[in-house]
């Protein structure tokens, strides 16, 4: 069973920051991580066949901005189900975007992120960002997508994953390294990132 970002399990691991700064990934401008993940993404790039590379949406989200999505995205939800309640609202809205008290993009320990070749972004059965909804679940890394797709996905997280970075199983294109969904996947007992902020100035 897929745990969500909402779980209570999710929650409880405890964070014990390390400090390390946000930084900006040499090969997208303009996206900022904790310098642990970037190292990892460098890592994750190696392993990937020439003429192949990752192509990053984003990275470090403010606070501010995670709770506009969750905001927008759980208005559209009540309005699918009107009858469902708070908690229930909460528990769907998770699949697509994280409460904010254990968001990873609020800790700069998430990237969203596909492949890209010469010829554009390789197919990966939904674009990126698509919900539940628009997509009919195809979000999902684990969907029955056509076999393209399923080659692309799989390129992708053996890349990922064997940098260290864990998937969120309800978005194909969401990894993370250092946040809470992290140790909680991995084993690790405590997250390594926590919130952090940065002023709209200082970034790239």
């Not at 506009?68 to 559209?76: H, L």
């Not at 699949?95 to 990873?104: D, G, K, Q, S, T």
Request: glycine residues 8%.
């Amino acid at each position: 069973m897929t745990i969500l970002l909402a779980d209570p399990i999710v929650r409880a691991i405890r964070v014990l920051d390390n400090g390390e700064p946000l930084v900006p990934l040499d090969f997208t401008p303009g996206v900022l991580v904790r310098e642990g993940l970037a190292v990892r993404l460098d890592q994750a790039r190696s392993a990937l066949p020439s003429g192949v590379d990752f192509r990053v949406a984003e990275g470090h989200r403010s606070a501010a901005s995670q709770r506009a999505i969750i905001e927008d995205y759980t208005a559209s939800l009540h309005e699918l189900h009107p009858a469902a309640d708070a908690v229930e609202l909460a528990r769907l809205s998770s699949r697509f975007v994280a409460p904010l008290e254990v968001a990873p993009h609020v800790a700069g320990a998430a990237v969203d992120l596909t492949l890209t070749g010469a010829g554009g972004d390789l197919w990966m059965g939904t674009e990126i960002d698509a919900t539940p909804e628009e997509s009919g679940g195809a979000c999902f890394f684990a969907a029955d997508v056509d076999p393209v797709a399923r080659c692309n996905r799989e390129l992708l997280a053996s890349a990922l994953a064997g940098a260290g970075l864990v998937n969120y199983p309800t978005e194909w294109w969401h990894w993370s390294y250092g946040d809470r969904y992290w140790a909680l996947m991995t084993g690790a007992g405590q997250a390594l990132y926590g919130p952090v902020e940065v002023a709209a100035w200082a970034r790239p």
